[in-house]
């Protein structure tokens, strides 16, 4: 049964790094894509980052871009984000979603099947 669960978030000041990680069990990752994604009090959710594990095809919401990297360990079935130079608008529980996409997306959350229960980010100005 596929399960996905987040951890790594928490309060950090405006600036800083955290490290997001996203347990995947119950599936191979190599036939999966793996996204991030994020929402914010009173805003729709939207895509952070997303990777399609066996071809290591990656891709950023321009927010991400130069700031965050998605990568996975395949070998302990994790899928990571590192999220540098958080700024307060990166304030949001993030979720990890996972689906069988040969490549992957975020702009329509509806492709992913699986998703996890999200861990809170806090970013302080």
């Not at 997001?20 to 805003?43: E, K």
């Amino acid at each position: 049964q596929v399960h996905l669960e987040e951890s790594g978030g928490g309060l950090v000041k405006s600036g800083g790094s955290l490290t997001l990680s996203c347990s995947a069990n119950g599936f191979n990752l190599d036939y999966y894509s793996v996204a991030w994604f994020r929402q914010a009090s009173g805003r729709e959710r939207e895509g952070v980052s997303c990777i399609a594990v066996r071809e290591n095809g990656t891709r950023y919401a321009e927010s991400a871009k130069g700031r965050f990297t998605i990568s996975p360990d395949k070998a302990k079935s994790m899928v990571y984000l590192q999220m540098n130079g958080l700024k307060p608008e990166d304030t949001a529980q993030y979720f990890c979603a996972a689906a069988t996409l040969p490549s992957c997306t975020v702009e329509v959350e509806q492709l992913y099947s699986y998703w996890g229960q999200g861990t809170q980010v806090t970013v302080s100005s």
